[in-house]
């Protein structure tokens, strides 16, 4: 019997500030030895790669990204992803979601996820409150490069609590 698998994910544009928080974040993990069932991946900014990695299988799904909640920049937050059920949409507005999946952010990448049967039922996204998102520019902005390491811990301490609880259906 093998244990549960967890995937792990840094999504983001490095080339626009603070939003390359999540691809630091899984630079920095994939760069520490993880536990059996882990898998690190940095999907930047394309959503069909993140599905993707979903396609082999796991048992939970952490995402790291920039997420805007108003909260002072570098805040580190761990949020209970909620995905949207496309099949309960009309055409149209399921259309205007989902069209170009290469640009997608993280939350339309998670509802194809969905769609096609991947998603975990587990998913977790540790963000970090970015002060600049939209300024073109390579580069953290301090307060947000401080809270790599508070994100890694979390990131951690999530992974322990997954894998020690065991939130997975026995096979």
Known sequence: MTGPRVLVVGVGNVLNGDDGFGVEVARRLAARPQPAGVRVAETGIGGIHLVHELMDGYDALVVVDAV???????????????????????????HDLLADMHLATPERALMVARAVGVLPERTVIVGCQPRRIEALGVGLTDEVAEAVDTAVTEVERCLASLLHLQVFPSP
């Open 68 to 94: 805007d909640r108003g909260r002072p920049p570098g805040t580190v937050m761990v949020i209970e992803a909620e995905v949207l059920d496309v099949s309960e949409m009309e055409t149209t507005t399921r």
